[in-house]
């Protein structure tokens, strides 16, 4: 599981885009986006590196991977 900081989000639309753009990655990933701390965990086997590219190709550059 990986579990990133996306700073930028701050709406549903926002959610809805980043899990987008996650999926487009991998369609069986897990999302859990927690808005009031701006994290994105994401549940997955692919590796980290694509996902960050697909969310930050969203409009939601990843700040920080914990």
Known sequence: ???LQVENM???HCVGAV???VQ???AAAKVEIDLATK???IDSA???APFKSAI????Y???STA
């Open 1 to 3: 599981m990986y579990q």
């Open 10 to 12: 701050s709406c549903g």
């Open 19 to 21: 899990t987008k753009a």
């Open 24 to 26: 487009t990655v991998d």
């Open 39 to 41: 994290s994105v965990k």
């Open 46 to 48: 692919a590796p980290l």
């Open 56 to 59: 930050a190709d969203a409009g």
């Open 61 to 63: 550059p990843v700040a």
